[in-house]
């Protein structure tokens, strides 16, 4: 990436080789250029809010900022990218959009979030820290900033305009005015599930700002709600990529012996899954996990993965994830275990399968999805 002071060498995480999408965009560069430019003073508490995997506290390592982030991968390429460019562990406050925030915040910028949700929620628990002098920059590519995230601004922090785009990123200034009256936050929001779901019909679900599907059921969610398994006593059965814990809820509410492992690298997402499950009164035992996939989990020790998979990587679309999660859910599986998985028609996830656990079946399917059953027979194909 290209700074006013240097040019820090920046990767995503986990690194991939066939994945060129690169660490940084044209908002990061556009944000330090101004700063640079306008000879803006970055002294007191320096703030990063949504900063994706760690591009501009890298780039500001000398003013020590502190990142807020949601996403547990964005947290860990920004470990990884302040080492890679010298800056010492300690430099740069890590914090999670879950921690509450520093007391004074004297410059906050804000690396605007895919989810406006998100957004709402951080800037309703920032804007107590904030004071009149505090200087706040947003920035994002045109095609992320609308009318309503600007009003997001101006109503919880104060006066917002917008700078003329540069490579089709556009900056956000915001004036706080510690006279507006705050509207409350109205996160996390909770709804009731709707009937013929099963277990869960009637049960409700509590969503952190961000999640996915925070404000309804997905229906992808919902067709796999309708066909979970049936699982013998006792079995280990992990909800991976959890969002808000109502797959793996239905698991354990169906069979409180049942034992889930709730697993998600948003912060967000673990904290609702959480909540949901506790919400219900489960009484089984279940683990609570923000990180990548099954990494930690051992091989052979899970007798079913549940698995919604994302198509999406911040704005890209991409299977690389779905990938991971299916070859890690192969090596965690105990012999005779079952990768269970939804996903639209379209994303042809049964070819991955087929060639990964030499099978794949259809469980489940309507014009639009299809669930997909994939049992792990002793040691089979395993190329991902
Ligand atoms: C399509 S959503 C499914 C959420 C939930 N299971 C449902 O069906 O409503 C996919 C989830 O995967 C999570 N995710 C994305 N990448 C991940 C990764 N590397 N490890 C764990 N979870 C991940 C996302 O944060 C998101 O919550």
Redo the contacts with the bound molecule.
């Keep these: 990436m290209t700074t006013p002071w240097g040019e820090p060498v920046l990767a995503r995480f986990p690194e991939d080789p066939r994945d060129r999408l690169r660490a940084w965009d044209a908002s990061d560069e556009y944000l330090l250029r101004y700063l640079d430019r306008e000879r803006v003073p970055l002294s007191g508490t320096v703030v990063v809010l949504g900063d994706r995997w760690g591009a501009l506290v890298t780039a500001l390592a000398a003013h020590r900022p502190t990142q807020i982030t949601d996403s547990w991968?964005g947290q860990e390429a920004t470990r990884a990218n302040l080492a890679r460019n010298g800056v010492g562990p300690g430099t740069v406050r890590l914090l999670t959009t879950q921690d509450d925030p520093p007391e004074r915040i004297d410059m906050l910028l804000v690396r605007v979030p895919k989810s406006l949700a998100l957004l709402e929620d951080q800037l309703l628990r920032l804007a107590p820290s904030v004071h009149e002098g505090t200087v706040v920059v947003g920035t994002g590519m045109v095609k992320e900033i609308h009318t309503s995230t600007l009003r997001l601004f101006e109503r919880i922090l104060g006066p917002t305009r917008t700078s003329l785009a540069e490579k089709k990123a556009r900056l956000i200034f915001c004036t706080p005015d510690p006279g507006l009256e705050r509207p409350a936050n109205p996160w996390p929001y909770r709804y009731t599930l709707p009937d013929g779901i099963g277990v869960v019909s009637g049960r409700t679900v509590v969503n952190h700002a961000g999640?996915?599907?925070a404000d309804r059921l997905?229906i992808g969610?919902r067709f796999?709600l309708k066909h979970l398994p049936a699982v013998r006593d006792g079995a280990r059965v992990v909800?991976?990529?959890?969002?808000?814990g109502?797959?793996g809820t239905a698991m354990a509410l169906a069979d409180p012996q049942t034992e889930v492992l709730f697993?998600?690298?948003?912060f967000q997402?673990v904290a609702s899954a959480q909540d949901t499950y506790r919400a219900n009164g489960v009484p089984g035992h279940a683990e609570f996990r923000v990180?990548?996939?099954l990494a930690g989990v051992a091989a052979d020790s899970v007798d079913l993965v549940l698995n919604?998979?994302?198509f999406h990587s911040h704005q890209a679309t991409t299977d690389t994830?779905a990938r991971r999660m299916f070859t890690d859910a192969r090596r965690t599986l105990r012999p005779g275990g079952e990768l269970w998985v939804i996903g639209n028609r379209h994303l042809g996830y049964h070819v991955r399968l087929r060639r990964l656990f030499g099978n794949s079946e259809v469980v489940a399917s309507d014009p639009k999805f299809v669930v997909l059953r994939a049992v792990k027979r002793g040691a089979g194909p395993a190329s991902g």
């Design positions: 991968l999640v996915f599907c997905d969610t796999f909800d991976l990529g959890c969002g808000n109502v797959v697993v998600d690298e948003s997402a990180g990548d996939g919604n998979p994302p994830t």
